[in-house]
């Protein structure tokens, strides 16, 4: 199994940033794959980003170039660098690690973008 815990999230203004971090109970080495999700009020679960075992990122179109992933082996930490935040960019964000054949997820974390 993997626990994953989410931490970063926050209120931003538009324009701002934030930096979303998944910690894994086990080594990231050994999860083929590793990404965000978020759910808006309303709205099905949506792919944020995925960043796999060899180092290959995928983005949802909708935050293709402000949106980076980014993974740190030796802390078992994912990333998500968020920039140029837009309201629509508000929700609840989950981590996801796909491990021998089984998705897990994390608590969620609220981004909120608002003036």
């Known amino acids: 199994q993997v626990q994953l815990v989410e931490s970063g999230g926050g209120l931003v203004q538009p324009g701002g940033s934030l930096r979303l971090s998944c910690a894994a109970s086990r080594s990231i080495f050994s999860i083929s794959r590793m990404g965000w999700y978020r759910q808006a009020p309303g709205k099905e679960r949506e792919l944020v980003a995925n960043i796999m075992r060899g180092g290959r990122t995928n983005y949802a179109d909708s935050v293709q170039g402000r949106f980076t992933i980014s993974r740190d082996n030796a802390k078992n930490t994912v990333y998500l660098q968020m920039n140029s935040l837009k309201p629509e960019d508000t929700a609840v964000y989950y981590c996801?690690?796909?491990?021998?054949?089984?998705?897990?997820w994390g608590q969620g974390t609220q981004v909120t973008v608002s003036s």
């Open positions: 996801n690690a796909g491990y021998l054949g089984a998705d897990y």
